[in-house]
């Protein structure tokens, strides 16, 4: 395990990603220049060297620190200036591909309806499949990549803007202007045993195996019976004959 950085270097960092290139790390401000504060903490953790930084590290620069570099207010967090932050430029041209991730539950309604934003006010589009990957892995551990035909849905009505160079952003991407992994086949399922109820307190079962066997018994037995009582009438009509 590497050494930690100091507050210092933490908040040089966190007033770059707020105040210079949000974009960068995938990350997109509001109309006040606020971030969450969980998603500027998860892409500060997947940078090489701070994935120690949990939320009281990033108070502990606010209340050490001299300049004040950002402010945090409930579960926002952004930077005091500003100036070099990209702004949002709205209705542009994007460019002929971008990329968006989704949880795969939510894959195959996104197959019915198209893109929505889900936790967000809009859909964010990245203009690189790693850095796709790196916002969709923030809500799922491996998301469903997708592929968007951003110029052919902008023809054909879908608007677009941007913040900085890596994020661009639109209310919908309909079906039919991206791209994506087969969905999963269903698994088909197995029907349940049929369960043989027991029987009930003063019930049988007939069983034809049972009876056949019963019955070849009581036939032997009634053989030499039959023999027996044969003889019996014989010598009675030998008497007769004699008296």
Request: hydrophobic share 35%; aromatic share 8%.
């Amino acid at each position: 395990m590497g050494r930690q950085k100091g507050p210092k270097q933490l908040e040089k960092l966190i007033s770059y990603i707020l105040g210079r290139r949000p974009d960068e790390f995938g990350l997109v401000l509001n109309d006040q220049g606020f971030v969450r504060l969980k998603e500027l903490l998860k892409a500060i953790s997947e940078e090489p060297g701070w994935g120690y930084v949990r939320q009281p590290h990033i108070r502990e620069v606010l209340m050490t620190s001299c300049e004040k570099s950002f402010v945090i207010d409930n579960d926002k967090i952004k930077a005091v200036c500003l100036d070099d932050a990209p702004a949002c430029v709205e209705d542009i041209v994007p460019p002929k591909l971008l990329y968006h991730c989704v949880r795969p539950r939510a894959y195959p309604v996104v197959c019915r309806q198209g893109i929505i934003p889900l936790g967000q006010p809009r859909v964010y589009l990245a203009t690189t499949e790693e850095l796709a990957q790196r916002m969709g892995k923030r809500r799922a551990p491996v998301p469903v990549l997708l592929t968007v035909l951003a110029q052919r849905a902008f023809k054909a009505g879908v608007r677009f803007s941007k913040q900085g160079d890596f994020i661009y952003m639109t209310n919908h991407v309909p079906v039919g202007y991206f791209t994506g992994p087969p969905l999963p086949k269903e698994k088909k399922k197995e029907a349940p045993p049929v369960a043989i109820p027991e029987d009930p307190p003063g019930s049988f079962t007939f069983q034809l195996e049972r009876s056949r066997t019963l019955q070849q018994q009581r036939l032997r037995r009634k053989g030499p019976r039959k023999e027996i009582v044969w003889k019996k009438d014989a010598r009675r009509l030998r008497r007769k004959r004699k008296t």
